[in-house]
C-alpha cells in the first residue's frame, strides 16, 4: 500500500477543491382544519461565473448558412481556453449550449426579416403595377363595347373573377402590419443577469419545441405584448371597420327616426271599474307612470286596486288619448236589440208542449203519436226528464213536441217548457179530473200566454166522464168550444190511438192561425231544454233551436259555458250537418254542464265568446257572494238561523233539470228547527272529489240515477260515506225528511196529571222530610214526574217516591183531598209551594 502511494504522480500546484453548495432547511406546510407539516428540504446556492469586473469574451454569430443545406462536416474541437478550463465539465457544457442556443435564435431573427423585406418588395411591386395599369385605362379611350367599369366599392378581393378590366386600387387606405424589432443577441450582461436572478432575464419571444417560429401564436395579444406599449397590437381588419361604421349609421339613423316619430294617440274603452295595471295596458303606457300621476292628484293607490271611470278619465285626457266609456252591459249579448226584418221570415214548424199531471198520460200520447215505446223507459213510469221530439204529420208538416214531467217537483220544468212553446196541449185523465198540477199547468200557459188545447184521455176506462172534465175547467176560466169558448178540446186514447189525428188536425190549424215565422239565414240562438254530462261524450246540451241554423264548427256562447259545435244529433240519435228553427238537437263540444232554460247564442270568434262567458261569470259569483245590508229583520232571521240545526246534503243527478228539481224539493223540506244546505249540486258521475266532500261535511252523498266509480266506490268504502241511490224523485224527499226528522229526535210532550199546595212539613226518618198537600187540581199519582215551584218559580225537578193518605200507601189522590208526599232526591220544600205533577210522552217527529 505504501509503495502505491509513493508512485502516485504529483501536482505542481494545490488540486482545486469545491465547497459543499447544498444546505438543509425547514418548510412549514399548512392544510385545511388546523394541520400543519414540516418538511426538511435542501437550500442550493447559486454560483457565480466569472469575476466581477473581468471582461468576458463575446462569441460571434455563426455565418449564415447558404440556401443550400451545406453537407455535415466534422467540427474540429475549439481550443480550450484559460477561462473555460477553471470551469467544470458540467459548466463547460451548459454554457456551450446556451452559445448554441443564442446562434440559433439570431439566425431565426435573421430569416425573418429577410423574408419581411421580401414581402415589403413584393407588395411595393404590386402596387407600382396596379398604378401603371390604371394609368393605362385612363388613357385608353372607352368604347360601347368596352367592359362595364366597376366602382371600388363593389370590388371584392375574394372574388377577382367578376370584373373584366384589371380591378382599379381600393380607395380606402391600407393599413400595414407592423414589424417587429429584430431582437439582438443578448449581451453578456444579460447572460450574467440571468444567472444571478432568472426573474429579471430580458423577454425571449415564444418558440416551440422544435426551434422554428410559431408564427400562428405571432398574432395574439398577450399580457407582455399589451404593455409593450402597443407594439405589435393586431391592426383591425377591413371587415371590421365596415361593419363598425354600418353600424353607427344604424344607430344614428334609428335615433333619429325615434326622435322624429310621434307619440300614437289611442281609443282606451275604458269600463265602469278598471284596475290601474289594465288601463295602464290599454294606453301603452307604463303603470308606474299612471301611479305617480295617481300620487299627485291626491290617490295613493297600487297598480293592482281599482278605479272609477272618471278617474280613468283624468288619466286617458292627462296622456293624451282618447277614452271611450263603456257599462258592463255592453260586454253582454243583448238579445231584445235583434230583430229581424218582416221580409227575412219564413214559416217554420209549431214547438207544441204537453203538460198535465203525474201519470195521467203524457208521454203515453207522445209515444202513440212517434211511434215509440219511452214509457217502458222510464223508472217508476213517471217522467222525471223534459224531452223534445219532432213528429211528422200525414200531410209532411212537421211538429215540435216537448215533453214535461207532471210530478210537483218539477215546477221550473213546466215553467220553461211554458215558456219556449207555442202551443200548450193540456193532458186530463177523463177518470181522474183536474189535480193540481193540472191547474199548475193552465196557470204557466195563461202566463205565457200561449194557446191551450185540451186532450182529455183516457176516455176508454171504465168510470172515464169527459163532461165532468169540461165543467171542472170551468172553474179556472178555461172554456172550451162545447160550452161557447175559444179553447180547443179533444177526447183521445192512447192505449186505442184513438182520436190522435183529430188532435194533430187541430194542431195544424191553430198553428195556421198563429203564422209562426223565423229568419233561418242568420246565426242561430236556441233555448237550452235540458243539459247533462256524459261520460263518453262530456257536456251535452238539448237545445231548441229560435231562430237561424245551428251548423258543425260554429263557436258559441250560452249562459256561463262557452264552446265550439262538435256534433249535433237529433232526436232520433242520428248526426246532423244543422238544425233550422224549431229544431230539437243535442249539441256537443261546451266547455262545462249549462243551466236549464240559458240562451245559446253563436259569435263571431272564440276571443268574444270567452269575453261574454267570464263576464256572466263574474257577475254571478258577485251576486252570489254579496252580503245583504244590515237590517232589523234581517238581524233576526239569521238568530232564527242560527238556532235551526243544519242537515248538510251533496247532490249528483244525471242531467241539470233533475238536479233542480231535487234541490227545489229538499229546500221546502226545511223547517224552523232544522234546514236543508245543499254542499254542492252537480250533474254527472259521482267522483272522488265528491266523496271527499262529504266525507268531511259528514254529509250523505245522493245519487239520482248515477252510480260512483271503482275510485270514489273505495274511498266511500274507506271514509264511511253514507251513499243514497234514486232513481224516482218521491222516494228520494221521503227518505231524506224521515232522515232529518230523525236527526232532531223524537218530540217529547208533557201532560199535566195534576196540582196541589203543600199545607206544612213534617219529618219523616232521618233525613228525609214529608209535605203534607191539598189537592187543587186533578190528580195526584205515585212514581210520576213531579215539578216543585216557589212563587211561580221552579225550585226542584223530581219525581214523587212515596204518597199517602192518612198511613195507608195509595196509588193517586184526587182533587178536594189531602195526602202526604215524600219527594225523591230533594228536601228543600216549604209551606206555601205548589207541586205540579205531570207525564212525558215521546212522539216520533214529522216534518
Known sequence: MSDEGENKPTLGRKPLGLKPRIESGEVKQTFSHGRTNKVVVEVKRKKLVGKPGAPVEVAAPPPPPPPPPPPVAVAKPKPVSEADAM????????????????????????????????????????????????????????????????????????????????????????????????????????????REDPKKAPHKPSRDRAGVDNRRQSGKLTVNRALDDDEGARARSLAALKRAREKERRSHMSGMQRDAQPKQVRDVVVPEAITVQELAIRMAEKGSDLVKLLFKMGMPVTLTESIDQDTAELLVTEFGHNITRVSDDDVDIDHGEDVDAPETLKARPPVVTVMGHVDHGKTSLLDALRGANVVSGEAGGITQHIGAYQVKAKDGSLITFLDTPGHEAFTQMRQRGASVTDIVILVVAADDGLMPQTIEAIKHSKAAGVPMIIAINKIDKEGANPQRVRERLLEHEVIVEAMGGDVQDVEVSALKKTGLDTLLEKLALQSELMELRANPNRTAEAIVVEAQLDKGRGAVATVLV??????????????????????????????????????????????????????????????????????????????????????????????????????????????????????????????????????????????????????????????????????????????????????????????????????????????????????????????????????????????????????????????????????????????????????????????????????????????
Open 546 to 847: 229560435k231562430r237561424g241554423t245551428l251548423k258543425r264548427g260554429d263557436i258559441f256562447v250560452v249562459g256561463e259555458e262557452s264552446g265550439k259545435v262538435r256534433a249535433l244529433i237529433n232526436d232520433k240519435g242520428q248526426q246532423v250537418a244543422e238544425a233550422g228553427p224549431a229544431t230539437p238537437v243535442e249539441v256537443l263540444g261546451l266547455s262545462g254542464v249549462p243551466s236549464a232554460g240559458d240562451v245559446l247564442t253563436v259569435v263571431e270568434n272564440e276571443s268574444r265568446a270567452r269575453e261574454v262567458a267570464l263576464f256572466r261569470k263574474e257577475r254571478s259569483t258577485k251576486k252570489r257572494t254579496t252580503q245583504a245590508p244590515p237590517s232589523i229583520e234581517h238581524m233576526f232571521s239569521s238568530l232564527s238561523a242560527d238556532r235551526a240545526k243544519e242537515y248538510p246534503v251533496v247532490i249528483k243527478g244525471d242531467v241539470q233539470g233533475s238536479v233542480e228539481a231535487i234541490s227545489t224539493a229538499l229546500n221546502n223540506l226545511s223547517t224552523d228547527e232544522i234546514k236543508v244546505r245543499i254542499l254542492l249540486a252537480g250533474v254527472g258521475g259521482i267522483t272522488e272529489s265528491d266523496m271527499l266532500l262529504a266525507a268531511a261535511s259528514n254529509a250523505p252523498l245522493i245519487g239520482f240515477n248515477v252510480r260512483p266509480n271503482s275510485k270514489a266506490a273505495a274511498l266511500a268504502k274507506r271514509d264511511k260515506v253514507r251513499l243514497k241511490y234514486f232513481d224516482v224523485i218521491y222516494h228520494l224527499t221521503a227518505d231524506i225528511a224521515k232522515e232529518m226528522a230523525g236527526e232532531l229526535g223524537p218530540e217529547i210532550i208533557e201532560t199535566v196529571v195534576g196540582r196541589a199546595e203543600v199545607k206544612d212539613v213534617f219529618k219523616s226518618g232521618k233525613r228525609d222530610k214529608a209535605a203534607g198537600l191539598l189537592v187543587t187540581e186533578g190528580v195526584i199519582k205515585k212514581g210520576l214526574f213531579a215539578r216543585l215551584t216557589r212563587e211561580d218559580v221552579i225550585v226542584s225537578k223530581t219525581t214523587i217516591a212515596s204518597l199517602r193518605r192518612f198511613k195507608d200507601n195509595v196509588d193517586e189522590v184526587r182533587a178536594g183531598m189531602e195526602c202526604g208526599v215524600v219527594l225523591a232526591d230533594t228536601n228543600d220544600v216549604k209551606a206555601g209551594d205548589m207541586l205540579e205533577v205531570f207525564e212525558v210522552e215521546e212522539r216520533e217527529r214529522t216534518l
Open 87 to 194: 470551469l467544470t465539465r458540467q459548466e463547460l457544457q451548459t454554457k456551450l449550449l446556451r452559445e448554441a442556443e443564442e446562434a440559433r435564435l439570431a439566425q431565426l431573427e435573421e430569416n425573418r426579416r429577410r423574408e419581411e423585406e421580401a414581402k415589403a418588395r413584393q407588395s411595393e411591386e404590386e402596387r407600382r403595377r396596379a398604378e401603371e395599369n390604371r394609368k393605362a385605362d385612363v388613357e385608353t379611350p372607352k368604347t360601347e363595347s368596352s367592359a362595364p367599369v366597376v366602382e371600388a366599392d363593389a370590388y371584392d378581393s375574394d372574388d377577382q373573377s367578376a370584373v373584366a378590366a384589371p380591378p382599379a386600387p381600393r380607395r380606402f387606405t391600407p393599413v400595414e402590419a407592423p414589424k417587429r424589432p429584430a431582437a439582438p443577441a443578448a449581451p453578456v450582461a444579460d447572460r450574467q443577469r440571468e
